[in-house]
């Protein structure tokens, strides 16, 4: 019996060990408290996910999780994180019922969510996603998150820490139901065109999108079209939205650099042109073209409240189509990529899965 009892004592670290690992050196909670996106500078640099998602065992046993330090080996990795985020963000932050967020809200389509994906694997995606996913990181360590407890005791049996997306099981817990600080993000669906955004939301037409912008006729980037709402939420600058000069700073730093890493030309109209004291398309920025009507000209800015609204569009030329829509040609066109002029009343037909270019 002796013997016995010696060796299990002398197993008792073995099994603390396996029961619950320490955490990775690197490791590192999410910060406390949310930065503002500065997404120039985070396209500038060479990866964007993040570090690896990783969960710990708490001071009580219970999970919790943080990042690592360390960044991506090489792309392949890094393609491998934002999809992870992406995992999580499918689970979490997409409205699947009616009045889930507003009223009238709808849940989220197919369509809309292949595109939020395809987005969440580009660069400036995978920069938003991560921000949506250190907000979740923050609800788990809270305690507002649901998980699996059949998953967490195989964990602590084993030694073997989760993935998150596999440790929870997409609910709040009933804390997190009543707690009074910032709800999940979330996307919804709306009846309508176009795509909105408030702080804690984005919501996606049900409708699709326009093929151009109706005051300049300029293509435009659906990805840039994600990344401008998401300038407007708590993850950007949520005063922008709603008057002139801060929807084109919202252009100017969360929609341009999309649409120029994306090879668009950057844009250079937010409103709806009218008579009198109307800008002139040009190479300077559109802020420091509004800054100069408003100081120089005397004309005030905040006035225009006829502020187009932002729709998803084609990329040029025709006929390549990447994520929005396909434009119709009137039987009998010719069908190369120069063949059919680009103008303002030229109808299109909403179809929102990529479609490869076309080799004439």
């Given amino acids: 019996m002796p013997r016995i009892l010696i060796a299990l004592i002398a197993c008792l670290p073995l099994f603390a060990a396996a029961v619950c690992p320490a955490p990775p050196k690197d490791y590192a909670p999410p910060a406390e408290r949310r930065v503002q996106v500065d997404l120039i500078a985070e396209l500038a640099r060479p990866w964007q996910a993040g570090g690896e998602v990783v969960v710990i065992c708490g001071p009580q046993g219970w999970p919790q999780a943080g990042r690592r330090a360390a960044p991506p080996r090489d792309a ?10 992406w995992k999580l963000v499918r689970m979490l932050n997409l409205a699947r019922r009616a009045k889930e967020v507003k009223p009238k809200s709808l849940p989220i389509t197919p369509d809309q969510e292949a595109l939020l994906e395809r987005f969440a694997l580009s660069d400036a995606g995978a920069v938003w996603m991560r921000e949506v996913v250190d907000d979740s990181l923050r609800l788990f360590n809270r305690g ?8 967490w005791d195989r964990a602590l049996r084993t030694g073997k820490m989760p993935k998150l997306a596999d440790l929870l099981t997409g609910k709040l817990t009933e804390g997190g139901q009543f707690a009074d ?3 999940l993000f979330k996307f919804y669906a709306y009846p309508g065109e176009g795509a ?3 702080p804690g939301i984005i919501g996606l037409g049900d409708a699709g999108f326009r093929c151009q912008f109706p005051a300049s006729s300029q293509m435009v980037d659906p990805h840039a079209i994600l990344s401008h709402e998401f300038g407007h939420t708590r993850y950007g600058d949520p005063t922008s939205a709603g008057s002139l000069m801060g929807e084109a700073a919202t252009v100017e730093r969360y929609e341009n650099p999309v649409r120029e890493r994306n090879g668009y030309e950057p844009r250079t109209v937010y409103y709806l042109r009218q008579p009198g004291g109307e800008l002139q398309e040009g190479k300077t920025g559109l802020l420091k073209r509004l800054l100069k009507l408003q100081t120089v000209e005397g004309i005030s800015v905040e006035d225009r ?6 729709h998803c569009q084609c990329p040029a030329p025709l006929p390549v189509i990447l994520d929005c829509e396909v434009r119709q040609r009137p039987s009998g066109e010719q069908t190369g990529a120069d063949s059919l002029p680009i103008g303002p009343d030229m109808d299109c037909k909403v179809n929102w899965k990529p479609k490869p270019a076309r080799k004439e």
């Fill in 76 to 85: 392949a990795e890094e393609t491998q994180r934002r999809r992870e985020a």
């Fill in 144 to 151: 507002d998150l649901d998980a699996h407890r059949k998953v």
């Fill in 181 to 183: 600080d910032e709800p």
């Fill in 196 to 198: 909105q955004a408030e």
């Fill in 305 to 310: 409240t006829a502020i187009e609204q932002i």
